[in-house]
């Protein structure tokens, strides 16, 4: 089935990398998210796209973190100068618009396991 | 104090039990409440969504939602060991897209 899906499954990177997280979402979902998620927690927000525009980026921890969708579909969520702390699964999920009928479900992709040595 | 804030547990259960988990959130202006299932090592899935005060039934699962409390919550009746996994409870505001996560509550079912 076509799912979301994330590469890499895992990567792993020393401090101080640039990494390259890339997310494609279920054709048609409108609405492409990016969280972060620690051992033995939720989901931490990141940012959401709905199309092309980030339309709330307020959970990106700090400048070293942006993320695209120049097309309105394929992410990517890019890290610069990674840092141990940014080691955490890294969750993208896709929906439909938020409307009559459509619940706004999630749909999550495998994540993409990011090691900062 | 978090937008969704769940007791982490861990809840234990035996087998056939009815399993309670409570979530209670701040923002007032959340009209859209969910409740997904994680499994360890595995993406959440969703398994129950709610948007009006009161109960909401499907199979062995019910979500029940009180605005005025800002507290929702989900039973799981008739327990079973497959339904040990991590429980997140979520919030989505009206006219917006941005879901908020609790830290998820542990469910153990022992057989």
């Known amino acids: 089935g076509a799912g979301v899906s994330q590469t ?3 990567k792993v990177t020393e401090k101080g990398k640039y990494v390259e997280l890339r997310c494609d979402p279920i054709s048609g979902h409108t609405a492409l998210y990016w969280y972060r998620q620690s051992l033995g927690q939720g989901p931490e927000f990141l940012i959401y796209f709905q199309g092309t525009g980030a339309a709330d ?3 990106l921890p700090n400048d070293r973190f942006f993320a695209v969708r120049p097309e309105g579909s394929v992410s990517t969520l890019k890290i610069q100068r990674t840092e141990r702390g940014d080691s955490a699964v890294y969750l993208c999920a896709s929906s439909l618009t938020a409307s009559e009928g459509n619940t706004g479900e999630l749909f999550f992709g495998e994540g993409s396991r990011l090691t900062v040595l | 104090q978090k937008e969704v804030e769940q007791n982490s547990g861990p809840l234990s259960v035996p087998e056939g039990a009815i399993a309670s988990l409570n979530c209670t959130y701040s923002d007032r202006g959340s009209q859209s409440f969910f409740w997904y299932r994680q499994y360890s090592g595995k993406s959440p899935e969703l398994i129950m969504f709610i948007y009006s005060n009161g109960d909401k039934e499907d199979g062995r ?5 009180n605005k005025a409390s800002q507290y929702v919550s989900l039973l799981i009746r008739d327990s079973q ?15 917006g897209f941005k879901t908020i996560f609790g830290a998820g509550t542990r469910l153990f079912v022992k057989a």
């Open chain 2, 81 to 95: 060991p497959s339904d040990s996994a991590t429980y997140l409870c979520a919030s989505r505001n009206t006219g």
């Open chain 2, 61 to 65: 699962f019910t979500a029940q939602l």
């Open chain 1, 8 to 10: 890499p499954s895992n």
């Open chain 1, 57 to 59: 980026d307020s959970g």
